[in-house]
């Protein structure tokens, strides 16, 4: 029997997509468990018997301060080199809505040159509200590991107050796409670069997702955990959903990519 | 010392926030405004703090390097010019602050340790050629409430809370008083007794010879109050001249005993009913109102309200896992005048926003979905708007029934105790005045969803070890309220000065009645405490033993080792004086609309598309996040351009199971105008149709009922809640529904002038339905050209309180009625379709009639439909304005492929159903009347009005 890829979906105070995460892991035939970030770090040492570390969506400390900033203070301070080292012996990643937000704070997203400075930021959407709506996006670079089996337009759900990308300066968008550290954008319905609502809540040249040099840390805004089954889609009772556009698919990739990278 | 450190977004950046308040301004009238910037300051306090800690601090931790700009000990200003004006506003002492809580946890976990509080404000760079009072006009209506907050003129200022003395046992002199003195005692200490139930009072004390302490008395007014024990709905009412013993039983719940059904696991008596679902899982469904505290302080009013009903679900049996959250709200409409409001009114406006954004952040925070919900606007909501939130949960069925045992620790747990919301429950019980916002401050609260989510997480996790006996939450009454109900069979000691404080300075009875919010009641077998210890450090929640359940029969009050209140249960909890109340319901007659001929239909159909009650409320919708937990199988939201309305929501509660539940509700405050009792029987089938329509199963469906009501001391008011009640009575048995729990909120009335002013009698019907397989299900978007129209139903001049009406300011007597056997025929038979997969879109009719019903469908599908209005089954012969907009009830319009016309018709046999056109592949409206063309209009022009309706 190969074994199984296994996950860890890290929780806080107010972190509130950890089941459906879960689920969605466990149904592209992983094992996963949710916990605190106590129970992976430090004393513990459980790390070493994971392969996929996911932040999952909710309300880190109830966003208070800003979108993910108190969570990544605490990562930050006390296991940022556990989980850099981590991430450099080839294992993924991945943050989801507040689990991008916070992989953009702490830097870890898009460390540009290896640097973990904060160089982008999620700021409140143009509307100035939450808002939840299905989203298309467009994959831009293959250079992510966690999109391989996607293909045209993906479609899956936003649901977020602070999701406006910025960058520090234009220097570093430059570099963002040079490098295809963008992963996804948000289009319309027929793959242009729309404004609202196509682009829900103003992000900088639509961007919705990026990854980091090594393409196994990726943080998105949309919630491929919310895109799992057909009938998470607002019109499966319209037209046939297909795989390829599924936010599954990204969560299976991450899973075969552990199988075929490291367990076999 | 006190460092202040001051956060915004960079000058070269839009500022959303304040970009939002500006629109707000403009509202209230007042233009010249040409930039607003929101500044957050933090007021760090430390004996010492040097300079590059500050510095640190401000830079790293509470300031964003890409987006923001900080500055240290100084203001931020964005301008420069004599037309800037700064304002700067703080909570007041003891007022929640979640921000500041979690930034001084933060900077103590990260080695600033020698911080000793934090204080968050919120500070507003006004800039514009505006004067003083235009300044003083915005704070006041929109920047803050004087509950909660206070304007800082000068900042420097700080608010510190007043150390109060803690204990002084004092006893109530209320032995040998006369009637007017007992009046005046229960007055003065907010007590909300009435006389004859401070005399029971006094002859209980005076056969034990001795005087209440100030707790006994508290006590026993948080017990009886309407809130908890809902005198008036289980009192004695003579109604027209005949008594009713108590009208709760002989309407309500006798429904349920008469339908009997088997899959009624908890009815009426936890904080939720309780349904079976599969083998081994039961649904739980409690909808709150949250009508009072929401007029004084929207935000935090919905907030809490939300939060109040997910603890009510945490508290059904052992502890149901909330799933989703149901909200309906009524409002004054939202273009009233604001120079025409009494003073200690808030702009309907400002209370829709701050209502919304209060079930937002709290639903959204804890991660559970608001799946269904609807707005009602009128301007009887004026001054007492309407929060009805709801919530449903997932139970293991083993889960389903609790009860302490004797020897069992009291622990409360999750948020601490402090003076908030105090006399709340009694407060909820009476009315509102101009002068309400001013005095009735500490019944307000703002709420901390992310303790809330805390608590439940550990809750759950406590519940599948099996270590507690009960649970219930505390809501209204706080402790007393809580700990007296569960304890009410066994007896209980409590020992006060173990309650966690959110601060120094309360006394003890304050301690016991507080309703500060997130706050669980368990009993926990003494071997269990620690692990539940290491369950609550782990999740990081406060809690605390503070006494234990034992077989005395009496509730034993302690504060430092010294009694300070002794009650029998008996007493407390059986022994309150029924009231006994008058009566009379007899109908009125309104004056009957005589409606000109020529009757611009067009004109017609797009004006009930706009009005705000019909109109989409996408705007609301999408603030809420209605897919977390990743449940959701129907959206609020259909259609191809995910814009057209849903019936309800569907949800897919199991992973591995395609068994789902459906949420709708029916609410129609208009009807009750004419009669209560057809407003009872139209809002139960409405939510019964809603029901069907998403796929829900009419005989595996129960109803929930909420009452919002105004005076009931007035003997006519009364009279509508006795013919409601009789209305749900008959309509639910009719149907097979059984009610499992409800809710009435009395006494919704504003004393304007010395005049109460009630609101409408105001009844909805929430509906939980089991849909065997969510993948069959339907929704409302029509799917393609070509496919048949039906309407199923009888339609008939029943345009009495219609919207259409509404149109004319005219209310007439035509009441839709119900044919109770034809309705229960016609949603069985429409089920009966749906599972036979014949059926490709589906809508109910209600308000506006068939014509909105139509108008959606087209909607959602962005396809045009071809009518033939002289095919509609109708009682009578009707003109073309009623067939349109009659809101008969019992009718569901169809979209059916050709191919299953046969297929159709048969299944449907039985009840009236007529083919009424086509669904065409040009985008329009298109209704006749036998040759003659009567609306013709292109459905971009009838989303665009429809999506216009209410102003954001």
């Known amino acids: 029997m190969v074994s199984k890829a296994k996950v860890f979906v890290m929780k806080s105070a107010g972190t509130n997509c950890d089941e459906e995460t879960r689920t969605a892991f466990e149904l592209a035939g992983a094992l996963a468990t949710i916990g605190f970030a106590e129970e992976l770090f430090g004393k513990a040492q459980n790390i070493s018997r994971y392969h996929i570390i996911v932040f999952p969506g909710g309300f880190s400390y109830g966003d208070d301060i800003a979108a993910g900033k108190v969570w990544a203070t605490e990562i930050k301070h006390f296991f940022h080199e556990e989980l850099q080292k981590f991430i450099s012996q080839g294992n993924l990643v991945l943050g989801i809505c507040n689990g991008f937000q916070v992989l953009v704070k702490l830097g870890l997203l898009p460390s540009l040159d290896g640097t973990t400075e904060q160089t982008v930021s999620l700021t409140f959407n143009d509307s100035a509200r939450y808002e939840d709506r299905w989203v298309h996006l467009r994959k831009c670079s293959n250079k992510s590991v966690f999109i391989n089996d996607t293909d045209g337009l993906l479609y899956m759900p936003i649901a977020h107050a602070e999701g406006k990308f910025i960058v520090k300066n234009q220097k570093v968008l430059n570099k963002l796409f040079k490098n295809n550290q963008v992963i996804f954008q948000y289009t319309d319905r027929n793959d242009r670069l729309a404004g609202y609502p196509a682009n829900p809540n103003g992000s900088l040249k639509n961007i919705a997702g990026i990854c980091d040099p090594t393409g196994r840390v990726l943080g998105m805004m949309p919630h491929p955990e919310r895109a799992v089954v057909r009938t998470h889609y607002p019109n499966w009772r319209r037209h046939t959903i297909k795989p390829s556009i599924m936010g599954m698919t990204i969560i299976q990739n991450c899973v075969n990519y552990i199988k075929k990278s490291l367990l076999s | ?952």
């Open chain 2, 1 to 952: 010392m006190n460092h202040r450190i001051e956060v915004s977004t960079k000058p070269s950046l839009t500022d959303p926030i304040g970009e939002e308040i500006k629109k707000d301004i403009q509202y209230l009238g007042i233009n010249r405004i040409e930039n607003i910037r929101f500044i957050r300051v933090f007021i760090l306090n430390a004996k010492t703090l040097g300079k590059a800690a500050l510095n640190h601090i401000a830079q790293n931790i509470l300031s964003d390097p890409v987006s923001d700009i900080y500055q240290l000990e100084h203001h931020i200003f964005f301008s420069t010019r004599s037309t800037s004006s700064p304002v700067e506003i703080a909570f007041l002492p003891g007022v929640m602050d979640p921000v500041a809580l979690t930034t001084h946890k933060l900077l103590k976990k990260v080695g600033y340790e020698e911080i000793a509080s934090v204080q968050t404000r919120n500070r507003y760079e006004i800039i514009g050629n505006i004067s003083k009072r235009e300044i003083e006009f915005i704070v006041k209506k929109l920047l803050m409430n004087s509950l909660i907050q206070v304007w800082l003129k000068d900042e420097r200022k700080m608010y510190i809370r007043r150390r109060q003395s803690t204990l002084r046992k004092r006893t109530v002199k209320i032995l040998k008083k006369s009637n007017s003195e007992l009046i005046a005692i229960s007055n003065n200490g907010f007590l909300s007794l009435n006389l004859e139930e401070m005399k029971h009072i006094q002859a209980y004390f005076a056969l034990r010879k001795k005087n209440p302490t100030d707790i006994e008395l508290e006590t026993i007014a948080q017990t009886w109050s309407e809130h908890c024990v809902h005198k008036t709905f289980k009192g004695a009412i003579t109604y027209n001249g005949m008594l009713i013993d108590n009208l709760l039983k002989s309407t309500i719940v006798k429904a349920t005993e008469v339908i009997n059904k088997d899959y009624c696991i908890s009815v009426f008596k936890d904080n939720a009913g309780i349904i079976q679902f599969t083998k081994e899982y039961g649904i739980t469904f409690k909808v709150e109102t949250h009508n009072h505290p929401s007029a004084l302080e929207p935000y935090g009013g919905a907030g809490t309200g939300i939060g109040g009903v997910i603890r009510d679900t945490l508290g059904t049996g052992l502890g149901a896992k909330p799933i989703a959250n149901t909200d309906i709200f009524c409002f004054g409409l939202s273009h009233f005048p604001i120079k025409n409001l009494p003073s200690g009114v808030m702009h309907p406006k400002r209370i829709f926003k701050g209502v919304i954004a209060g079930v937002r952040d709290y639903g959204n925070r804890m991660g559970i979905p608001t799946v269904n919900g609807t707005i009602i606007f009128d301007n009887t909501y004026l001054y007492n708007p309407v929060v009805y939130c709801g919530s449903i949960g997932i139970i293991p069925l083993k889960y389903s029934h609790k009860s302490p045992k004797s020897d069992d620790t009291i622990v409360v747990c999750g948020g601490k105790t402090g003076k908030d919301g105090i006399h709340g429950v009694t407060f909820a019980s009476k009315e509102l005045s101009e002068s309400s916002e001013a005095s009735s401050s500490g019944a307000v609260q703002i709420g901390n969803p992310i303790t809330e989510k805390k608590l439940l997480d550990a809750l759950m996790e406590a519940r599948d070890e099996e270590l507690y006996h009960a649970i219930t939450d505390c809501g209204g009454g706080g402790l007393s309220s809580a700990i007296g109900e569960m304890g009410q069979d066994l007896g209980v000691t409590v020992h006060l000065e173990k309650v966690p404080l959110k601060y120094a300075g309360l006394r003890y009875d304050e301690i016991w009645i507080s309703e500060s919010q997130e706050r669980m009641i368990i009993a926990v077998p003494k071997n269990n405490l620690k692990r539940m210890e290491e369950i609550f450090k782990k999740h990081n929640v406060d809690y605390a033993a503070i006494g234990t359940f034992e077989k005395t029969g009496n509730l034993e009050l302690f504060y430092k080792k010294k009694r300070v209140g002794i009650l029998d249960m008996d007493f407390l909890h059986n022994k309150y004086p029924q009231p006994r109340k008058n009566a009379c319901w007899k109908r009125k007659h309104f004056v009957e609309p005589v409606l000109q001929k020529n009757i611009d239909l067009e004109h017609i159909i797009l004006r009930l598309l706009s009005c705000p009650t019909i109109a989409s409320k996408e705007v609301v919708i999408r603030q809420y996040d209605h897919e977390v937990q990743g449940m959701s199988s129907l959206k609020p939201l259909v259609g191809t351009e995910n814009d057209g309305p849903s019936d309800g929501a569907v949800l897919r509660p199991l992973t591995n199971s395609k068994r789902g539940i459906v949420i709708t509700n029916g609410i129609n405050p208009f009807y009750g105008k004419i009669d209560p009792y057809w407003m009872a029987a139209a809002c139960i089938e409405e939510a019964m149709r809603n029901a069907v329509s998403c796929g829900g199963n009419p005989d595996k469906s129960a109803i929930l009922d909420n009452f919002s009501w105004g005076d009931v001391s007035n003997p006519q008011i009364l009279g509508e809640l006795v013919r409601a009640s009789q209305g749900c009575r008959d309509t639910a048995i009719a149907l097979h529904v059984p009610f499992i729990s409800g809710k009435d909120s009395l006494n919704n009335t504003f004393s304007l002038h010395g005049k109460k002013k009630s609101i409408l009698s105001t009844l909805l019907i929430s509906c939980i339905s089991i849909c065997d397989d969510v993948t069959k299900t339907i929704s409302t978007d029509l799917k393609k050209a070509g496919n048949l129209i039906y309407l199923i139903g009888i339609t008939k001049r029943e345009l009495g309180a219609s919207h259409y009406y509404k149109l004319y300011n005219r209310i007439g007597n035509s009441v839709p009625c119900l044919d109770l056997k034809r309705s229960r025929r016609t949603l069985k038979k429409v089920y009966r379709s749906l599972k036979r997969n014949v059926i490709k879109a589906i809508h109910d009719c209600s308000e506006g009639g068939l014509s909105i019903t139509l108008a959606e469908m087209a909607i959602g599908g962005r396809l045009g439909m071809e009518i033939h209005l002289e095919k509609v089954i109708s009682e009578g012969k009707l003109r073309n304005d009623e067939l349109l907009f009659s809101e008969s009830n019992s009718r569901f319009v169809v979209e059916i492929p050709p191919q299953k016309k046969e297929l159709f018709e048969h299944l449907t046999d039985g009840v009236p159903y007529a083919h009424i056109g086509k669904v065409i592949k040009e985008g329009t409206l298109i209704i006749n009347r036998k040759k003659r063309k009567l609306v013709k209009l292109s459905i971009e022009h009838i989303a665009t009005t429809w999506k216009k309706g209410i102003a954001w």
